[in-house]
């Protein structure tokens, strides 16, 4: 049971890595995961984990988004 847990912890870790900005929305995503986890057997940490790579995931999205809507706005004042 612990194997998948530390195999999860070993991924974030690894992906955690490339830099602390690429971290936005983990906390927030580990906290809202740890939370459901727990309360949906007692597994908190594997809701954690899959909490932060959803807001991660979340953050970056909104970022191409912002980018996007900036090159559009950007090339409209031309």
Same mark, same amino acid.
Not at 12 to 35: H, M, N, P, Q, Y
């Given at each position: 049971?612990?194997?998948?847990?530390?195999?999860?912890?070993?991924?974030?870790?690894?992906?955690?890595?490339?830099?602390?900005?690429?971290?936005?929305?983990?906390?927030?995503?580990?906290?809202?995961?740890?939370?459901?986890? %727990?309360?949906?057997? %007692? %597994?908190?940490?594997?809701?954690?984990?899959?909490?932060?790579?959803?807001?991660? %995931?979340?953050?970056?999205?909104?970022?191409?988004?912002?980018?996007?809507?900036?090159?559009?706005?950007?090339?409209?004042?031309?």
């Amino acid at each position: 049971m612990k194997f998948p847990i530390v195999a999860v912890a070993a991924a974030l870790l690894a992906l955690g890595a490339t830099s602390a900005a690429s971290a936005k929305g983990c906390i927030k995503g580990a906290i809202v995961g740890g939370v459901a986890g %727990h309360y949906a057997g %007692h %597994h908190g940490m594997l809701g954690a984990a899959a909490g932060c790579l959803y807001g991660r %995931h979340r953050a970056n999205e909104q970022d191409k988004q912002q980018q996007q809507q900036s090159q559009v706005n950007g090339q409209g004042k031309l």
